[in-house]
């Protein structure tokens, strides 16, 4: 049979309405509590077939972070996270998760993390982790049991192992860190003992026929000794199924490759666990979950049809919009708010210690308190800029009942976004303003291209309220001769193909911005140096999974990547720059500026006597999206 998302399915007694699994992604919400209540029920209302929910087992031996862990005191919330999915439709999964294991910090227990046996931390790789004893293993697995019977009396309907990623189960199941002698270690058979003993648990205490799923990596993609590979791999799903397990989870990567377990933009091509589900598919006979970039719901669906997997696990697609399944079951797919993977507001907050938030989706995370109230007076409110914040402005207004007008100087909605989706390894990015295109029509509001805010036209318009989301200005220093020539010219000019290239190209910073440039650049035939004054590149480094994967594009290609380098001149023939060694010239044809942006805060400014005004994202201070989306959102509210 041809699968789609929208056909319905089963996992052992689990009868799922369609095949879209919302994927746990720790929110980092501190406990089980009103916020999480809201953030799994919006999904669930959102037309989810399920959600899982990410749950440690016990605080015990390790301090949690992003993970929750239920309690008496908090049992009541998650049988209303419970309640409020079937209310839906929606069931209800619990991963279960014994602990971080080698990639946690000390606790208050322990000064070292646990682990499988005595191997190395992984954040300093001298100091040795502390092997677990039977005891404490047992420990683990009787809170494992006590965790599942609160679960199952809340209403939860399945449970999934958490065993990827090289977190604690991952350990035990993996040579490179499990060397143990006894039960727990050996072969794999003998590294899944942990594992089918926390089973064995959940049955004890959920009753025999719950459905138990388990999520692991077939393959970790590094290839040093004792991590898996495919080949092992597939021995494991084979003896999990045998074992009785209902389904598998398929997952890729670990801390040492971290950027494959998330995958940024970056990746265009079917990711890792898009391949390794193919095969763990054909190789077992229960149903097989996968993720990876599937918040593109074109892929999910690509997915299903070429039977790479039985179910799409999405999760921030679905952090982005909860309604993902409800619009697709509508025919409204073109009203879906496309995640762009750039993992800013999820998993990038989670690791600032913030609860988890979405660049695009200002809901993200404040279910439970953020609203756009009804306007009690309807405003005129203009618009300026086309990027994401005011788009988002635009749409939220309009959403309150203001009377709004958005214009943009140039010819395009987009912003930023259209430079940001240039570079051929982020072409997905292009379906955000194609996303804002469209709802501007949809909403019926007017886009006025090519017109310029200043006093006279602002005035002709006389708004209530001036949202200013006009960006800011490439970095030009005064103090660099040369920077006026006429084969000066910014990335974003660059990449939106608005100036002619010559073969030899000099960009000067070794930002993201920069090194995105360059390995674009490179790829499509241009010899590309990289000029960056700090000691390192991308010295105000992007989330860790994005600077890794761009690491290892940069390692591809054949660019040309100076650090510790000071941009002294542009000249006729190039450019000259400083070292500690002294200056020297670089010929070059074209000069692309990637110094970062200024804002521009004076023009809107400059009309706050005509009306009220307020600035938003770049036009403030220059970031990223999630400001800007951000502060269009405390904008519109504050109308």
């Not at 309690?71 to 996270?81: G, P, S, V």
């Not at 594992?195 to 009753?207: H, N, P, Y």
């Not at 708010?337 to 938030?357: M, Y």
């Not at 020539?485 to 030899?504: D, F, I």
């Amino acid at each position: 049979m041809m699968l789609n998302l929208m056909t319905s399915g089963e996992i052992g007694s689990l009868k799922l309405k369609n095949r879209i699994i919302m994927a746990p992604m720790g929110p980092h919400f501190g406990d089980i509590n009103r916020k999480a209540v809201e953030y799994f029920a919006a999904r669930a209302r959102g037309g989810a077939a399920m959600i899982l929910v990410n749950m440690t087992v016990t605080d015990y031996f390790e301090d949690t972070s992003a993970s929750l862990v239920i309690n008496e005191d908090n049992f009541k919330y998650f049988k209303e996270i419970c309640d409020r999915a079937h209310e839906f439709g929606c069931k209800v999964c619990v991963q279960l998760m014994p602990g971080n294991g080698r990639m946690a910090g000390p606790s208050k227990l322990y000064p070292v993390p646990i682990s499988a046996s005595a191997c190395s931390w992984l954040h300093a790789p001298s100091v040795k982790c502390h092997e677990l004893t039977i005891e404490e293993i047992q420990r683990l697995i009787a809170e494992t049991e006590r965790s599942a019977k609160l679960c199952s009396e809340a209403g939860a309907d399945a449970f999934e192992m958490h065993a990827y990623g090289g977190y604690l189960n991952d350990q035990f199941l993996t040579a490179a860190w499990n060397t143990r002698t006894d039960k727990y270690g050996g072969d794999v058979k003998g590294r899944a003992t942990f594992l089918l003993e926390q089973i064995d648990a959940v049955r004890r205490s959920a009753g025999e026929n719950v459905p138990i799923l388990v999520k692991f990596c077939p393959d970790h993609g590094v290839q040093y000794p004792g991590f898996r590979q495919l080949p092992e791999g597939l021995e494991l799903a084979k003896y999990l199924e045998e074992k009785g397990v209902d389904a598998l989870h398929v997952d890729a990567g670990c801390y040492e490759k971290w950027q494959l377990s998330m995958p940024a933009v970056f990746y265009q091509e079917a990711v890792m666990q898009l391949k390794s589900s193919k095969a763990v598919r054909e190789a077992v006979s229960i149903p097989v979950l996968t993720h990876g970039r599937l918040s593109n719901y074109e892929k999910a669906s690509a997915a299903l049809r070429d039977g790479i997997c039985d179910y799409a696990v999405i999760g921030r697609g679905l952090i982005a919009d909860p309604d993902m399944p409800n619009k697709l079951a509508e025919g409204r797919p073109e009203d879906i708010l496309p995640c762009i993977s750039c993992n800013e507001g999820c998993i990038g907050s989670v690791l600032k210690g913030v609860h988890l938030r979405c660049a695009l989706n200002p809901y993200a995370g404040f279910e439970d308190e953020r609203k756009v109230p009804a306007a009690e007076t309807p405003k005129r409110v203009l618009v300026v800029g086309g990027g994401p914040g005011g788009c988002t402005a635009a749409l939220l207004a309009k959403q309150a009942g203001h009377e709004v007008e958005l214009w943009e100087r140039s010819g395009t909605i987009g912003g930023k976004t259209l430079a940001a989706s240039a570079p051929y390894m982020k072409a997905d990015m292009l379906r955000l303003p194609n996303y804002y295109n469209v709802q501007l029509i949809k909403a019926g509001i007017p886009v006025r291209f090519f017109k310029e805010a200043d006093r006279e036209t602002v005035k002709e318009f006389a708004p209530d309220v001036l949202i200013w989301a006009a960006g800011g200005d490439v970095v030009r220093p005064k103090s660099i001769p040369g920077l006026d020539r006429s084969n000066v010219y910014s990335c974003e000019e660059a990449l939106r193909n608005y100036v002619p290239l010559g073969k030899h190209l000099a960009i000067i910073g070794g930002g993201q911005v920069g090194i995105e440039a360059a390995i674009h650049f490179n790829t499509v035939g241009h010899d590309v140096t990289v000029v960056e004054m700090a000691d390192k590149l991308m010295p105000d480094p992007p989330f860790v999974q994005n600077a890794n994967i761009l690491k290892e594009l940069m390692a591809a290609g054949t660019g040309t990547y100076l650090t510790g380098t000071k941009l002294v001149e542009v000249d006729a023939e190039g450019i000259v720059v400083e070292t500690a060694e002294g200056k020297r010239h670089i010929d070059c044809d074209t000069v692309l500026l990637a110094m970062g942006w200024a804002p521009d805060v004076s023009r809107g400014e400059k009309l706050s006597d005509i009306c009220r005004v307020i600035p938003v994202g770049d036009s403030s201070q220059c970031r990223n999206i999630l400001a800007a989306t951000s502060e269009a959102y405390e904008a519109v509210v504050s109308i």
